[in-house]
């Protein structure tokens, strides 16, 4: 089982989950190319001007190491860059899991990404202007656990070893994509599972990918926020395994 992690964090974020997923599989992570301990020297910015760079890493990894068929799990952008890398090479992964993933963030006619253009410019100018100030105003709002500050400062930190550079361009990548057509492409098995009150991913997301995925079973988490594995790593796991 391969885990990739979400905007701003790195393979660290996986660290109460992948101990449960291990009673019954070989776990491993890994970091996207300019997070967590890859190197900035080797982040080439036409590269990663969309999430193809990233899903040709993906699909790069599974081979070098011998790991196909895996059962991939995506947090957030990891989850399309799975649904990329698993239409580029369908035979490396056995299914998806695609936790609190989105193929668009923006609105458009007849579809709720949660969030209107005017919305998308001021939150990447935000990060523009100040990004470790708006990792420590988002982090709580992310977490949704307002009864747990511990777990919002640790999403906070998890944002500020991410280089700012790297931040920038990331979130332009992210909240500007639109990978609706992919998902009509996908033919590995899917399990897509979203949380309450996530503040980047609305319910609606879920039900189109219901019905865009009508082979894939979407379901509700028992947990709020965007990121449910670090604040109900337990559910999390039990969900994954579940479909596993």
């Known amino acids: 089982m391969l885990l990739g992690h979400g905007y701003g964090n790195d393979q660290r974020m996986w660290r109460l989950v992948a101990p449960l997923l291990a009673e019954r599989f070989r776990v491993l992570s890994y970091d996207l190319m300019g997070s967590g301990d890859t190197l900035l020297a080797d982040y080439d910015r036409a590269r990663y001007a969309s999430l193809d760079g990233y899903a040709d890493d993906l699909v790069a990894l599974v081979r070098e190491l011998s790991l196909g068929p895996v059962r991939y799990v995506g947090h957030s952008v990891s989850g399309m860059i799975g649904v990329l890398a698993a239409n580029r090479a369908p035979e490396l992964f056995r299914s998806l899991t695609l936790l609190g993933a989105s193929p668009r963030y923006l609105n458009d006619a007849g579809y709720e990404g949660g969030f209107e ?3 998308i410019d001021g939150l990447l100018d935000s990060i523009d202007e100040n990004y470790l100030g ?5 982090a709580p709002a992310l977490m949704a656990n307002p009864g747990r ?17 790297v931040a920038r361009q990331f979130a332009r990548v992210v909240y500007r994509s639109d990978h609706r057509a992919d998902l009509d492409r996908l033919t590995v098995p899917c399990h897509a599972l979203f949380a309450a009150d996530d503040l980047v991913v609305p319910d609606a997301v879920g039900a189109y990918l219901a019905q865009r995925l009508p082979a894939a ?5 028992d947990a709020t926020g965007h990121y449910p594995h670090l604040s ?3 559910e999390v796991a039990r969900r994954i395994l579940a479909e596993a």
Not at 134 to 138: G, I
Request: glycine fraction near 4%; avoid cysteine.
């Open 117 to 119: 253009a005017s919305d």
């Open 134 to 138: 708006w990792a420590e105003t988002m």
């Open 149 to 165: 500050p511990e777990l919002a400062e640790e999403l906070r930190s998890s944002f500020a070893r991410l280089d700012g550079e």
């Open 217 to 221: 079973r979407v379901d509700r988490l």
């Open 232 to 234: 109900a790593p337990a």
